[in-house]
């Protein structure tokens, strides 16, 4: 049980829609076990939008909603669907619009040029950012580089997050440096998240970022099912297992648990509007 005296944690980013949960109700109460009060669960793709939407009604003081297309599946998704999504993201309540953002770590889908795929993912997020302004949102964003490849996805995906400076980003899963966190809060008004990335081996260079960030500028998340943090690594992950990843902050900044708590879920709360 969570100590008595302890915040609550807020999992700002997971995806409860999965297919590799049986049940969401199940993952609830495990996570309400580590100390969990609410997540923001990502319906990222047409298949679990409603789905989404769905654990919302089903578990609202557990859950809120994003909804986006995910990068990686812009070249699946036509103008119809596109059109339901905006539908469904102006007659439901949503936390933000997410996760969007731009991939270039995996390489372009069958029938697809590699120029026209970043083309159409840099399109598709413009669309998210013009849809997030319109309904007076923040935005959930995904960037991810190839490994010693330089930082194009990062820096098309600033850019873009410049054009439109009512919307406020939160780079999801930040392993970036602190030069990119600098210009993410300086220059975009945003704000930063760790996941369970933080707690594995040979990644000191963000965990420095995470020591060094300032309180009012990050929150954690699990990414959950995917990511799942040490002592779990590689097994199914469930939003609870943000306790770990807050484990690892509280260790690298020299404060308590309860502190990363209190700090987290007050910018969470702030960020997505949560009630109360
Ligand atoms: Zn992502
Ligand atoms: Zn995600």
Redesign the pocket.
């Known amino acids: 049980m969570a100590d008595e005296a302890m915040e609550e944690l807020i999992d700002t980013?997971c995806h409860l829609a999965s297919k590799r949960y049986v049940s969401g109700t199940e993952v609830r109460e495990q996570s309400r076990a580590l100390g969990l009060s609410h997540c923001i669960s990502q319906g990222t793709h047409p298949k679990d939008w409603d789905a989404t939407l769905a654990l919302t009604r089903e578990m609202p003081d557990f859950v809120s909603a994003c909804l986006a297309v995910?990068p990686s599946d812009c070249t699946e998704v036509d103008e119809e669907q596109w059109e339901r999504m905006k539908e469904l993201c102006r007659e439901n309540p949503l936390a933000a619009i997410g996760?969007a953002?731009l991939d270039y770590y995996w390489d372009a889908p069958e029938g697809w040029e590699e120029d026209a795929y970043r083309a159409r993912q840099r399109n598709f997020l413009e669309r998210h950012f013009e849809l997030a302004r319109e309904l007076q949102l923040n935005i959930s964003l995904?960037t991810?580089d190839k490994v010693g490849a330089g930082d194009a996805c990062f820096e098309d995906a600033f850019s873009i997050a410049r054009q439109f400076p009512s919307v406020r980003p939160v780079f999801?899963?930040f392993i970036g440096s602190q030069r990119q966190a600098e210009r993410v809060f300086e220059q975009l008004n945003g704000m930063i998240s760790f996941t369970g990335l933080i707690t594995f081996k040979k990644t000191e260079a963000v965990q420095a970022v995470a020591a060094w960030c300032p309180e009012d500028r990050f929150m954690v998340e699990t990414?959950s099912p995917y990511l799942s943090p040490e002592p779990h690594r590689g097994e199914l992950n469930i939003p609870g297992r943000v306790r770990y990843v807050a484990e690892k902050l509280a260790e690298l900044r020299g404060v308590s648990l309860s502190e990363i708590a209190r700090i987290t879920s007050r910018n969470a709360h702030r960020f997505f509007r949560l009630p109360g």
Do not use: L, V
Request: proline share 0%; hydrophobic share 0%.
């Open positions: 980013h995910h996760e953002g995904h991810r999801h899963c990414d």
